[in-house]
């Protein structure tokens, strides 16, 4: 089983956490794909090079999110990433393929090949085995248009392909805030911080 030093838990906002993740390892690398790229590799940049912190056993992102889909205050788990707002269709590749990279998978799939994770400690973390899709980007979404995903956020994609290229499980749990529509920056900004206890308790609480 995982213990609290082998997990890195990364989150976007202090707000998101209202100071309940204090006791565990947290990198908070603000909004946005880039912030969270940045950030997160330059913490496992850090261990690679075998400097202190070592390097984690697993990445878990912690954070909101909005879904069509789902009802406001589910907390859900999400083991596949696209980025929703890459868009080079008009050179013929597919909505969310990022061109002229290899290998060009368009989904980013951490459900059956959890890396070096086997399948004993990965069911210990993920308690609630949706695996769902989460699309990232860099808009908030307040149209409806969840496109090809579970849920909508602004960084969980980033953070996954950071993992994969490093090697490094990684899993993602998001507590939905809003349905995606017009009233979402709202609904967003109500509910920030409502989710963190039941991450704690349906989460953390397996990690000793």
Request: hydrophobic fraction near 35%; glycine fraction near 8%.
């Given at each position: 089983m995982f213990g609290k030093d082998d997990i890195l838990i990364?989150?976007?906002?202090?707000?998101?956490?209202?100071?309940?993740?204090?006791?565990?390892?947290?990198?908070?690398?603000?909004?946005g794909k880039v912030n969270a790229t940045f950030k997160l590799t330059q913490r496992l940049?850090?261990?690679?090079?075998?400097?202190?912190?070592?390097?984690?056993?697993?990445?878990?992102?912690?954070?909101?999110?909005?879904?069509?889909?789902?009802?406001?205050?589910?907390?859900?788990?999400?083991?596949?990433?696209?980025?929703?707002?890459?868009?080079?269709?008009?050179?013929?590749?597919?909505?969310?393929?990022?061109?002229?990279?290899?290998?060009?998978?368009?989904?980013l799939d951490f459900r059956n090949k959890p890396l070096n994770v086997d399948w004993g400690r990965e069911?210990?973390?993920?308690t609630i085995k949706k695996h769902l899709v989460c699309g990232t980007g860099d808009n908030f979404v307040d149209d409806g248009n969840n496109w090809m995903?579970?849920?909508v956020d602004m960084e969980a994609y980033a953070l996954a392909k950071v993992c994969y290229h490093y090697d490094?499980?990684?899993i993602s749990f998001k507590y939905i805030t809003d349905n995606a529509n017009e009233s979402s920056s709202k609904d967003w900004e109500d509910n920030l911080s409502d989710g963190i206890t039941e991450f704690v308790e349906k989460v953390l609480r397996k990690i000793k």
């Open positions: 990364v989150c976007a906002l202090e707000q998101e956490t209202e100071g309940q993740l204090e006791d565990y390892q947290t990198l908070y690398t603000g909004v940049h850090s261990s690679h090079l075998h400097y202190l912190p070592l390097m984690p056993e697993l990445v878990i992102n912690y954070g909101t999110a909005g879904s069509k889909k789902l009802p406001i205050g589910e907390l859900v788990d999400c083991t596949r990433f696209i980025q929703r707002d890459m868009d080079a269709t008009s050179m013929g590749f597919f909505r969310g393929q990022t061109p002229f990279e290899s290998p060009n998978n368009m989904v069911h210990h973390i993920n995903c579970d849920v490094v499980p990684f």
